[in-house]
């Protein structure tokens, strides 16, 4: 489905193939441990993170029909599916994580940006470390589903701040003064109380890994922030917060 006319490939010279294969295996895996865990832990909470779309995106959307000046006639009749074809399979994943959770869950599927699609796509790419970014569109996707949520109800102007308050008034449980974003109560049938706490650090400092006074960054940490500022995330870190 994703490359009908992969027997054509020569996969010694062409790797693409192999980056299909490994985005797949990866968003398998993610499924397997997370339908496994839905499916024989107590819980009342799941939170599952795919990376799939974007990686494929950057990879492939250059192929996606209409075709590109940029891209050869070959290339685009190879992998002019790919994009589609990764909807399809990370739909058919959620569909199944959703069926697992149940009528009685709440379901939150949220994407944090969105990426160039059609004709607002950059036929190349400036060269410096974050330039991907580039590719991405600003705006994601935010959608609910529940007992107590309206259904093909508008919502506008949600920001990813306003995702944890809301997560939280679902639980019945109060926001932090300190929390920049504010719960959706729009989404909701009925009223909610809307439940107010001073701040979480100061209710479970214990959640906290990150022990500012003692400067307990992690290798692993500082990796990730490198990342993000790669990503255009985060502006590049100063050489003494660095170290």
């Not at 027997?7 to 398998?28: G, H, V, Y």
């Not at 500082?222 to 990342?227: E, F, G, N």
Request: proline share 6%; glycine share 4%; charged share 25%.
């Amino acid at each position: 489905p994703f490359v009908p006319l992969a027997s054509k490939i020569n996969q010694d010279k062409d790797k693409r193939l192999q980056t299909i294969a490994k985005l797949i295996c990866e968003a398998a895996n993610i499924q397997n441990a997370s339908t496994w865990a839905l499916e024989n832990d107590e819980w009342d909470f799941a939170a599952v993170y795919f990376d799939m779309i974007d990686h494929f995106c950057h990879a492939f959307m250059q192929y996606s029909p209409p075709k590109l000046n940029s891209v050869s006639d070959n290339d685009f009749e190879l992998y002019k599916d790919v994009i589609n074809s990764a909807y399809r399979f990370q739909d058919m994943l959620i569909g199944n994580l959703i069926k697992l959770a149940g009528e009685d869950t709440t379901i939150i599927i949220v994407s944090d940006h969105g990426f160039l699609s059609g004709k607002n796509r950059l036929e190349k790419l400036p060269s410096f470390t974050a330039a991907p970014a580039l590719q991405h569109r600003n705006h994601g996707i935010f959608a609910i589903k529940g007992p107590n949520i309206k259904k093909d109800a508008p919502l506008f102007g949600a920001t990813l701040l306003d995702i944890a308050p809301t997560i939280l008034t679902l639980f019945d449980l109060p926001i932090g003064e300190d929390m920049d974003g504010i719960p959706l109560t729009q989404v909701f049938n009925k009223a909610v109380e809307i439940k107010k706490v001073e701040s979480w650090d100061k209710v479970a400092p214990e959640w906290n890994p990150i022990d500012k006074d003692k400067g307990n960054f992690s290798a692993e940490n500082l990796t990730i922030l490198k990342q993000l500022v790669e990503l255009g995330y985060i502006e590049e870190m100063d050489p003494k917060d660095e170290k």
